[in-house]
């Protein structure tokens, strides 16, 4: 690969951008069937039969929305990508792609199975490590930044993120009870990381 245009970096984002969507979009598809089966069901029964897989259908949804927040937030501050970038991000989509399948895949087993557990939190194990990768390869890769970007990068909440997401995988495994909703350790994720390194006050002018 040469060296990347701005124009080619915002073919990648797009391209990104409507995998994301079209992933999201699929989430809703094991719904769509069930309430094409048997006839004509009503909506007390659709919702009856399908009321584990709406929850995961919502909670898929909205890790996926954080994913692509995390992502936007990495691709914002580039003016050009490189070999390392580019695969990064290919990894980081193709476990985007596979989320639909690993959602459906719960949503019509048992949730408190650890392998199934398992293979659909590993799923978004993956995506932040994809994450971790392409963000640690941009603070390592000033010029793929802006000029007032440079240096801007961390590495903090995309470290808390991964080892926040390893820690819900160990937990939905070593205790199925909880399944799939040790996901919700996500909500404080963010918190941690704040706490860690408390955001810095920009200095004012000097008092005279």
């Avoid at 598809?29 to 659709?46: C, D, K, R, V």
């Avoid at 993956?126 to 961390?154: D, I």
Wanted: aromatic share 6%; glycine share 6%; hydrophobic share 50%.
């Amino acid at each position: 690969m040469a060296e990347q245009t701005r124009g080619d970096l915002v073919r990648l984002v797009t391209f990104s951008d409507a995998v994301v969507a079209i992933a999201a979009t699929l989430l809703v598809l094991p719904l769509a069937e069930n309430a094409t089966q048997g006839g004509a069901p009503s909506l007390g029964e659709i919702v009856a039969s399908s009321g584990s897989q709406v929850l995961l259908l919502l909670l898929s949804f909205l890790v996926i929305c954080r994913f692509w927040i995390n992502h936007h937030d990495i691709m914002r501050e580039l003016v050009s990508f490189d070999p390392p970038l580019f695969w990064a991000n290919a990894v980081w989509l193709f476990s985007i792609v596979l989320l639909p399948f690993t959602t459906s895949l719960i949503g019509t087993s048992d949730s408190r199975d650890p392998a199934t557990t398992g293979v659909y939190i590993g799923n978004m194990l993956v995506t932040c490590l994809a994450a971790l990768a392409m963000q640690w390869h941009v603070t390592r890769t000033p010029a793929l930044q802006s000029p007032q970007n440079r240096g801007a990068a961390k590495l903090k909440g995309d470290v808390v993120t991964a080892i926040t997401m390893a820690v819900a995988l160990l937990l939905a495994v070593l205790v199925p009870v909880i399944g799939p909703w040790a996901l919700l350790l996500l909500a404080v994720d963010g918190f941690v990381a704040r706490r860690i390194h408390p955001r810095t006050r920009t200095p004012g002018p000097p008092r005279r």
